[in-house]
């Protein structure tokens, strides 16, 4: 199927927002293997990240879902504000990890977000 200019692409497995999406979720939650860390902070970072990733995937397999790109956004900001949240500021790696991918998380939710409203828009149109 041929891409028609200025439309958004509803293929799925199509989108490099959710494939960052999915990266920054695994890292997350491999992250206490390469950092010191507590309990809290570990279960932290693999929940939420486990989370993300998931929904990295969600977004790639049906990339008309909006709903994904929003919950995004609050799982970056989450993980951006766990640190302090789960009291593992002491652990300088795992917090810096959580700073770095939660702020990034919600730039690549952010910067989804037209990009699923389009596909939103455009997928009935097929």
Do not use: C, K
Request: net charge neutral; no cysteine; hydrophobic share 55%.
């Amino acid at each position: 199927m041929a891409r028609i200019p200025g439309r958004t692409s509803t293929r799925s497995w199509s989108r490099p927002h959710d494939f960052a999406e999915l990266v920054f979720g695994v890292v997350l939650a491999l992250s206490p293997i390469w950092f010191d860390t507590n309990t809290a902070a570990t279960w932290t970072m693999v929940v939420l990240g486990a989370l993300i990733a998931l929904d990295g995937l969600v977004s790639l397999a049906m990339p008309s879902l909006v709903y994904g790109e929003a919950v995004q956004v609050v799982l970056g900001a989450l993980v951006f504000i766990s640190p302090w949240v789960m009291s593992y500021t002491e652990f300088t790696g795992a917090s810096w990890a959580s700073w770095i991918i939660g702020g990034l998380t919600v730039v690549a939710g952010v910067a989804a977000l037209p990009v699923a409203n389009a596909a939103h828009r455009t997928a009935g149109q097929h």
